[in-house]
């Protein structure tokens, strides 16, 4: 209370000063508002973006393109590739056999998913592997009932590659390929900002990739069950798709920063893991998505698993070619001298 002011009424410099700090006190509030807008607005439309990148392949997947085989000759043949081209346009890339060893063996080498075999009779067989998709076999023991429904005669159904007994429709294999895509890109995302150093980041993907491809590995091969070939082909499989998807995460962070790193998740984790055709095939997803989710880490990694596991590396080259191109790369960026990078800096 000012004394010269009779009932402690202030002065007209205390006044002003009181307003003022109000009004500096004020500020930061009027301020938080607009920026808790902003926030919710973005996470509104990267949740937007989650949900049409997971949702929406799923609810558009169909045959595109899915290769088949129809085996045998004369008339009966031709009509039942006719019909099978007819019932879906453009759904179905036919090849013809000349018998049903020729077309199990299309089968086995990865070149077809189903076949349809007429005999010289008209009879009838169906010959799937659900270890290659657990869905397109399932649509095609559909086709067999429906061809034995209209032949009147019953179509039989062999399954050449059947999927392990623990896991016969797939989930299992299918559900674990988004796990290791979100500890790959998170180990990326820490070597970049808890490792100095660019050689300790290279360091740190190898060792990752090699530790976390054998663990991995042996919980799906031997409890879990949803891999049943060779362990050691099988782990540096896994290994390799670890080392491919954190070593990109880890260079662009190391040669971009924060936006690199953004950058690597996100395609890993919104373009790659829905567009991979793990829990289908790549032919079911729409044009040219499941072309474009081959051409990454995660669909190069399941479908080089799959052939590696079910099929003694039949249809593998492609798959491990863009691996090994997108490890390479991902390495290559950890050896680059990053420049005006202030918030990571790397050391040799």
Sequence with gaps: MNPAMPGGLATEGEATTDVSAAGAGSAPRAGRAPLS??????????????????????????????????????????????????????????????????????????????????????????????????????????????????????????????????????????SSVLPVVLTSLLGGILFTLKLRQRRSRAVAALAFAAVAGLATTALAHGWIGALNGAYLGEASVVALMILAISATVAGLGNALGHAGMALGALTMLLIGNPFSGVAAAPEMLPTPWGDLGQLLPPGAGATLLRSV????????????????????????????????????????
């Design 37 to 174: 807008i902003v926030l919710a607005v973005v996470l509104a439309v990267v949740q937007l973006l989650v949900l049409i990148a997971f949702a929406w392949p799923a609810a558009r997947m169909g045959p595109n393109g899915v290769p088949v085989v129809v085996a045998g000759d004369g008339p009966a043949a031709a009509a039942l590739q006719r019909h099978i081209e007819q019932s879906k346009p453009g759904g179905f890339d036919i090849a013809h056999r000349k018998d049903e060893a020729k077309a199990r063996a299309a089968l086995l080498d990865r070149e077809a998913y189903a076949a349809v075999v007429v005999g010289g009779k008209g009879q009838m067989k169906v010959l799937v592997a659900s270890a290659a998709s657990a869905a397109i076999s399932s649509a095609f023991r559909d086709v067999a009932a429906d061809l034995g429904e209209k032949s009147g005669n019953s179509v039989p159904v062999e399954d050449v590659q059947p999927a392990p007994t623990k896991d016969p429709h797939g989930a299992a294999f299918s």
């Design 309 to 348: 596991t079910f099929f003694d590396g039949a249809g593998a080259g492609r798959p491990l070619t863009v691996l090994l191109i997108w490890a390479a790369c991902g390495l290559a960026l950890l050896a680059v001298r990053a420049r005006g990078n202030t918030h990571t800096p790397a050391s040799p």
